[in-house]
């Protein structure tokens, strides 16, 4: 969440982090977000029955971008509010100081009382996302005092503006044992800290099927006393032209998080985004969180739903097709159904979408 990674291979990624972090993150809805028509799918207008707990990522961004979407897909939710919005609010710089990512400087989805007010009016919850690549976790985890500030600028910002709690989106390209242990004592003290005044933290994964090469560990995360969020997406980070999020892949990150984590302290993320690249001999030039109204545009879109189901790829439900050399896969609104059907089915009933901002939404929703 956005976000890159996702996925086994080392190389991989970091390659998927570095793109997550500097990236300003495309997302969900629709074109028009008409309730009855979702967005890039093929279904009537039965609604989806959505899970107990279902979560969206927001990201700011500069005039133009998909994700400048948002406010019109805030006010179509506020009908019927989801459980939790995480609005990117807070980034962590290169010197391990939390900056405000306000409106003055992203003025799509940028923090503002009116902006903060439209996404609360869209959901029972809302989390701040803290934000933070490679240099800036290196920072911080470098330096007890750098922690404490960071901790307080968080703790402030949280309880000023009366927000229920935080998502850290917190991705260096390799946890060290050393680097993750520290993290870990970060997490305690924050979660420590916001649970006295009942408020919570979310801390954002990578997706694994096994125990990860690096040092990441989801039980840390829930012994730490804060909630887990596995991104299970981007596996085309691992392997070249992979889907997304294959059907059996995502099944095994599931069983493999189950395994460590308590249902209780477990969400699983879900994507709503295309990506191309120009070669499937191996991972490169991959362009991810390519967003629906983007790549509506791009030469052989499907423009029929006879058209999309035949370019609907079984392993996946994903859209995958190859037009002029360029490699094409998105997540339509059938797609987003059918990967929360798979992991609703394995006992998940916590999802988070990535993201909101011009993407596919689950169909009939919002309603």
Not at 18 to 39: C, H, N, Q, Y
Not at 164 to 181: C, I, K, R, T
Not at 238 to 249: E, G, H, L
Request: charged share 15%.
């Amino acid at each position: 969440m956005m976000t890159p990674t996702r996925g086994a291979g080392a190389g991989m990624v970091q390659q998927r982090r570095a793109w997550r972090i500097g990236t300003s993150v495309l997302a969900l809805f629709g074109l028009s977000l008409l309730p009855v028509l979702p967005i890039g799918g093929t279904r009537d207008a039965s609604a989806t029955a959505l899970p107990a707990t279902v979560e969206a990522w927001i990201y700011p961004g500069d005039a133009g971008e998909a994700t400048c979407e948002v406010p019109a897909e805030l006010t179509a939710l506020a009908a019927d509010p989801i459980s939790l919005l995480k609005p990117q609010y807070l980034t962590l710089a290169g010197n391990g100081e939390i900056h405000v990512d306000s409106v003055k400087q992203l003025p799509c989805n940028g923090f503002s009382p009116s902006n903060l007010a439209a996404v609360r009016a869209a959901a029972h919850q809302v989390y701040v996302t803290v934000s933070a690549g490679t240099r800036a976790t290196n920072s911080l985890l470098g330096s007890t005092a750098k922690q404490a500030s960071a901790l307080a600028a968080i703790e402030s910002f949280v309880t000023t503006n009366g927000i229920n709690g935080v998502d850290l989106d917190v991705e260096p390209n390799v946890w060290s044992s050393a680097m993750w242990a520290q993290y870990m004592v970060v997490v305690s003290e924050l979660a420590g800290a916001l649970s006295s005044q009942g408020k919570g933290v979310e801390v954002d994964l990578d997706a694994f099927t096994s125990t990860p090469w690096d040092g990441e560990r989801y039980a840390d995360v829930a012994a730490a006393g804060a909630h887990l969020v596995v991104m299970a997406y981007d596996d085309e980070y691992a392997v070249a032209c992979s889907p997304i999020t294959p059907t059996t892949w995502l099944q095994q990150v599931v069983a493999y998080a189950q395994s460590q984590v308590p249902a209780s302290d477990l969400t699983v993320g879900l994507p709503s985004y295309g990506y191309t690249t120009t070669t499937c001999a191996r991972v490169k030039h991959v362009t991810s969180n390519v967003p629906y109204v983007t790549m509506a545009t791009e030469p052989g879109f499907p423009m029929t739903p006879t058209a999309v189901e035949l370019l609907r790829d079984p392993n996946s439900g994903e859209i995958r097709w190859d037009s002029g050399g360029v490699f094409h896969d998105y997540v339509d609104a059938t797609a987003l159904d059918d990967k929360l059907q798979t992991v609703e089915n394995m006992g998940v009933s916590d999802v988070s979408v990535w993201s909101l901002g011009g993407e596919p939404w689950f169909s009939g929703n919002p309603g």
